[in-house]
């Protein structure tokens, strides 16, 4: 039963479910159709010929083809957070609630306002953007980029996260087949049975290719018994897989081959737990490229109209979908493969009106079937169509000899012959060659291991097909070290197949060659006389194969119209080349699970799961960092970190610093060596201290800062920021094997090894008590700052111990073995219990190291020098070390360069931000002006306004000078007073407590 909506679906036939009936939506309209449809076969079911608009000229536009090199029926596909543009709808299986939407209309598919771009058509000849938008050159920014940017682009992202997963995957075998044509299969079959591990990709989601529309006879049953017959074969090997819904779309290098599975892009959502598509990765050690060919139109005026459509493309229709694209049918061929539809419409009991065959004689048979038909055969050409966005009235045909006459007829196939799909053929530089015997390119010169057979590589006849596949298969497993017997070849007859070139017929209209984007005859003749005639030139010039589709149905016929009017054979004027990927893969399948959290790999504090219970967290390389502890009745993030700073300030807090890169430097020269790598000297650092220490980079630019403790004679204890942990090892392990290898030092990497806390504040000894056995000696005395030992804590746990202070208070660092990290955390919140101890994360860190004007990473930024920090007396001049003769340099010791100071807004309220530029007062913001500009900024509670660190020219000098603050791209502008970078405590008197 068809049902009352689909008005052009056939009683009977084609490869579809009639028992499973699906529901679908297109621009709003409710329609019916059959599992095994695509959305472009439902949507001529039910009588839908307009499906897009144009890119440039919003011309009206219906559906071309019936497979991936679709240029107009490109669709919005879903909604929501799922909505996908340029979905082929050729390509898009039909299954039941699924809603798709025209595009590049506005406000609606017929009635596109933007139409009104035909009016400028005389304007908007390739090339018109280089032209058209150079005076006045103001207008650029103002007018001609904005107006430019929001004409740009097909269809519309979803704009929101996307919800569906994608899943990355390898698989492996001896012989990569792609496409399940007769070709395809035939391989399969011959490399199967020879014993090869066989892999074979189809992008549709139903097996045989060509066979599904043009049936035929092979091994003297029909085509469909013998696909039935081969896929039970095939299924029965074991180690044959046939992936389907799957396109193979480049080739790279070592046999390596991507392929995308659309795993579940045909139901409305993946179901729970499954990916919506996977990426493969392929390794193969022979391929067969079984891809078949394109059929290419003829460029005539009005060839875009709806209704208009590849011969093959129809008769695929008919046959395998059971659907009449139109009711009286014109055929306009240069070649014998057109005439195949019509023998397949007039099987449907559909009407052909006339067939217009450009080649000088046409066979007996043909004749015979027209005049059994009833319809006429017109010796010339098509040049005109009238119609329009209900599709094709009136056909305008140029006879032989210079007579005119017309057809009526409201549908009009196409064949201007067959293109060998060259495109994966052509990805290591491949270029393909001219075969004048069927006017098309021919693969030459595939990647290594690549053989192309069938229709890929020219043969168009069913039997040559067979033939190629078996004998590649065999040849393939047999180059793969499989011996086995592949049997015989199946069998069938080859077609006839004749041919007389014809690329384009003048008329009066508009005649396309690259329909998605508007390229037309006539702009190939102007970038021919505008000197554009290399094909690489040509391309870019007029955007020919520039699209979407890649060019699939208009790369020849450009290149035929360029070769006929600059007076060159095709192959003198030559091809570009297909680059991967052959169709449009997402972002989200090249991604897979990489993104989101799961965009990297994620490292754990040991605190995380604790403070998970109630922390905001931060990004900080891979590892989660705890930024801020917000509670109940606080408004906003500044209010958590003020009050974490304050009770830090005033009591005691910890912070989780294990993210820091921890070295154990061992062996009798660990002190020389550490000297070479640091500005200052390690080697004479006492047995139980610890060290603040600079390291540059050859070139003489601060590399990386940290402490070091020497915990034995031959034991030093080190540590990096977070940032540069794994580099400082690399830099380290490189100084000890290559630059340094005398040195008797070995190098381990801890920082996974060790959790370790920052305990800070006045109450700070008090907490330590409470944890640290009571024989152990806190005092300043037993304990002074910049100490470093091992210690025991209650209950016999060793320890180490570190008296540092990143925060300006009387701090200590406690490090225990990373498994007993969240224990002592845990126990430091009771015993701290009594002295309001309170947990801080990054940001309260961040404001207590820029009052005490300590630098971090907006200051160590990869162009500062040890000087510009305010560290330049760190600098030994008794011993070398790496980066010392470079950081002499005459301009790394300039007295205008930029160093570190602080900054405080005049007005106190006012709020500072990061990136703002320091301009002298009274100057104009600009290059010539610019001295530099703010690092880091914070709110300090302590002084009861915000502050912050900048590098300014000759800002030592300068302090107390009034200065210019310009944000350009917060707009915001406001003065500042340069200042000492120490804003709190400025003797340091708290820190040695």
């Known amino acids: 039963m068809v049902g009352p909506a689909q008005t052009h679906r056939l009683e009977s036939g084609g490869l579809i479910d009639r028992a499973a009936p699906l529901a679908f939506r297109f621009d709003g309209k409710s329609f019916a159709g059959f599992q095994g449809d695509t959305l472009a076969s439902a949507l001529i079911a039910n009588g839908v010929k307009l499906v897009g608009r144009s890119f440039k000229y919003h011309r009206p536009r219906g559906i071309l083809t019936a497979g991936s090199e679709e240029p107009n029926a490109l669709v919005e596909l879903r909604s929501g957070a799922r909505r996908e543009p340029n979905t082929k709808a050729t390509t898009a299986e039909l299954y039941d609630g699924l ?68 899943d990355k995957a390898w698989a492996h075998c001896d012989v990569l087949i792609a496409g399940s044509g007769p070709a395809g299969l035939a391989a399969a079959l011959a490399a199967g049975r020879g014993g090869a591990r066989v892999i074979l990709c189809e992008e549709d989601f139903a097996l045989g290719g060509r066979l599904l529309a043009d049936g035929g006879m092979i091994d003297g049953a029909p085509a469909a018994e013998w696909i039935t017959r081969t896929l039970a074969e095939l299924a029965a090997l074991p180690d044959v897989r046939i992936m389907t819904r799957t396109t193979l779309f480049g080739v790279y290098d070592g046999g390596t081959y991507g392929a995308i599975e659309r795993v579940n892009d045909h139901l409305p959502s993946p179901p729970e737990h499954q990916v919506r598509q996977r990426l493969w990765r392929i390794v193969a050690k022979r391929c067969v490229v079984a891809a078949g060919a394109i059929e290419r139109p003829i460029v005539f005026a009005g060839n875009d ?135 098309a390119f021919v693969p030459d010169g595939a990647p290594p291991g690549m053989m192309a057979v069938g229709a890929a590589n020219g043969a168009f006849g069913l039997g040559d097909c067979l033939r190629q596949g078996f004998a590649a298969g065999a040849a393939a497993a047999q180059s793969a070290g499989r ?117 990297h790999a994620t490292r754990l504090t040991p605190s995380h799961h604790w403070a998970a219970e109630g922390a905001i967290f931060v990004d900080t390389g891979l590892w989660k960092r705890a930024q801020w502890y917000p509670r109940a009745g606080e408004k906003d993030w500044l209010e958590s970190v003020t009050r974490e700073v304050k009770a830090v300030r005033s009591g005691v807090g910890f912070c989780d610093v294990s993210t820091l890169g921890k070295i154990d430097v061992h062996g009798p020269d660990a002190g020389a060596f550490l000297d070479r790598v640091y500005i200052n000297t390690f080697s004479s650092l006492a047995v139980g201290k610890a060290r603040y ?53 070995q190098l381990t990497s801890v920082s996974d090894q060790w959790a370790q806390f920052s305990i800070a504040g006045p109450k700070t000894r008090d907490l330590l008590r409470e944890i640290v056995d009571p024989a152990e000696d806190l005092s300043n005395e037993g304990f002074p700052f910049m100490g470093a030992r091992e210690v025991a804590l209650r209950g016999g746990i060793k320890a180490r111990l570190f008296r540092i202070s990143f925060s300006g208070e009387m701090a200590f660092e406690i490090s225990v073995p990373a498994r007993y990290g969240e224990a002592l955390l845990r126990n430091l919140m009771l ?88 301009i002298p007062k009274g100057e104009t913001p600009g290059p010539g002006n610019d001295q530099g500009y703010v ?35 917060r707009g915001e502008d406001y003065d500042v007073e340069l200042c000492s970078p120490v804003f709190y405590d400025p003797d340091g008197g708290r820190q040695r407590g």
């Open 99 to 166: 809603e798709a939407a025209s595009q590049n209309r506005w406000p609606s598919l017929r009635h596109d306002l933007m139409a009104v771009n035909q009016l400028f058509a005389p304007i908007f000849v390739a090339g018109f953007y280089y032209k058209t938008f150079m005076w006045p050159a103001k207008f650029w920014e103002t007018i001609y980029e904005p107006t430019i940017r929001r004409a740009a682009g097909l269809g519309r992202a979803a704009g929101v996260a996307d919800p569906d997963h994608y």
């Open 305 to 439: 109209t709806p209704g208009v459509m590849m011969a093959s493309a129809m008769r695929t229709y008919v046959a395998r979908y059971a659907v009449t694209p139109a009711r009286r049918i014109a055929l306009f061929t240069n070649n014998e493969d057109g005439w195949r539809t019509v023998e397949t419409a007039l099987g449907a009991g559909l009407q052909i009106a006339a067939v217009v065959d450009a080649r000088p004689d046409v066979s007996a048979a043909h004749r015979a079937l027209a005049a059994k038909g009833g319809f006429a055969v017109l010796n010339g050409s098509v040049s005109g169509v009238e119609g329009g966005k209900d599709g094709v009235r009136k056909i305008a045909v140029s006879l032989t000899g210079g007579a005119r006459a017309e057809v009526e007829a409201d549908g009009l196939a196409v064949s201007g012959g067959w293109n060998p799909a060259v495109g994966l053929t052509s990805y290591h530089r491949g270029r393909p060659k001219w075969q004048d015997d069927i006017a």
């Open 483 to 599: 011996g086995g017997n592949a049997g015989t070849s199946p069998v069938a007859d080859s077609e006839a197949f004749s041919l007389t070139p014809l690329w384009y017929v003048a008329g009066k209209g508009k005649a396309f060659v690259d329909y998605q984007h508007d390229v037309t005859a006539s702009d190939i003749e102007l970038a021919q006389r505008e000197g554009f005639e290399s094909v690489e030139h040509l391309k870019r010039y007029t955007t020919l194969g520039m699209a979407t589709d890649q060019g699939k149905t208009s790369n020849v016929a450009g290149l035929a119209i360029m070769a006929a009017i600059s007076g060159k054979s095709i192959p003198e004027t030559g091809t570009t080349i297909y680059r991967p990927p052959y169709v449009p893969v997402a972002v989200g399948a090249f991604a897979g699970h990489h993104r989101d959290e799961d965009f």
């Open 693 to 745: 220490g600079l390291m540059l980079r050859e070139d003489g630019i601060v590399y990386d800062d940290g402490t070091t403790s020497r915990l034995a004679e031959d034991h030093y204890f080190l540590t990096t920021t977070t940032a540069k942990a794994g580099l400082v090892m690399q830099h380290l392990e490189f100084c000890r094997q290559v630059l340094f290898p005398e040195f008797d030092v």
């Open 831 to 918: 015993a701290g219990k009594p002295f309001g101890v309170t947990p801080y994360g990054t940001e309260a860190l961040g404001v207590m190291r820029i009052e005490k004007g300590h630098v971090a990473g907006p200051e160590l930024n990869g162009t500062t020098t040890a000087a510009d920090l305010g560290l330049g007396k760190m600098m030994s001049t008794k011993k070398d070390f790496i980066g010392r003769v470079m950081a002499g340099r005459e301009a790394l010791i300039a007295p205008d360069r930029q160093v570190v100071v602080g900054i405080k807004p005049v007005d106190k309220t006012r709020r500072l931000r990061s990136g703002a530029h320091i």
């Open 935 to 969: 690092t880091s900024v914070c709110f300090s509670p302590m002084l009861d306004q915000w502050i912050g660190l900048a590098l300014v020219e000759r800002g030592r000098e300068r302090i107390g000078e009034i200065v210019h603050a310009h944000d350009p791209l």
